[in-house]
Each structure stands twice: as C-alpha cells, then as structure tokens.
C-alpha cells in the first residue's frame, strides 16, 4: 500500500515522464554559458521543415529548440550531471 500511495502522489511526475510532455505545455528554456558557435548539422528535411514550423509557431528560436532538445536528449541518455553542472555555471 505504501508504494501505490507513493506512485499516486507522484502520478503527475510519472505522467510527464511517461508522456515526455509538460502537463502545462510549457516549454523549457535553458540558460547555457559559452559563446555561441556556428554548428552545421545534417537532418531530415522534413525534421528541418518541422522545427521552422515549431519554432515559428512557438516564438522560440531554432537554436533555442535545437539546444533544448540537445539538452534533454544527453539528461536522459547518460549525461544528467554533466548537463546540470554545465547549467549551474551560468
């Protein structure tokens, strides 16, 4: 029983990470040190036609998806400390 009430109270984080969305529809933003640096990724030309889209619609930059979307991707494949040590030196 303790485990099902821990799991009730905690149902809108488990949504969220079980979704990949947040329940507000709020989009993250990170704050990320360094100068900025000219990257030249290959993708699919539908993904390229996605992210203007998104970013249009959304008012954020691409670079801002793009850093984002980076950001995320390393905090759940392995490099979570790495991502928030970067994070804390603003």
């Given at each position: 029983i303790p485990f099902i009430r821990f799991l009730y109270e905690k149902r809108d984080d488990i949504y969220q990470l079980l979704s990949g969305t947040k329940e507000d529809g709020t989009i993250?933003?990170?704050v990320v040190p360094g100068l900025v640096r000219t990257k030249a990724i290959y993708m699919s030309d539908m993904v390229a036609k996605l992210t203007a889209e998104f970013s249009k619609e959304?008012?954020?930059?691409?670079?801002?998806?793009?850093?984002g979307a980076l950001i995320e991707y390393l905090q759940k494949y392995g490099f979570k400390r790495e991502v928030e040590t970067l994070l804390?030196?603003?």
């Open positions: 993250p933003r990170y959304k008012n954020v930059t691409q670079r801002e998806v793009m850093e804390k030196n603003e």
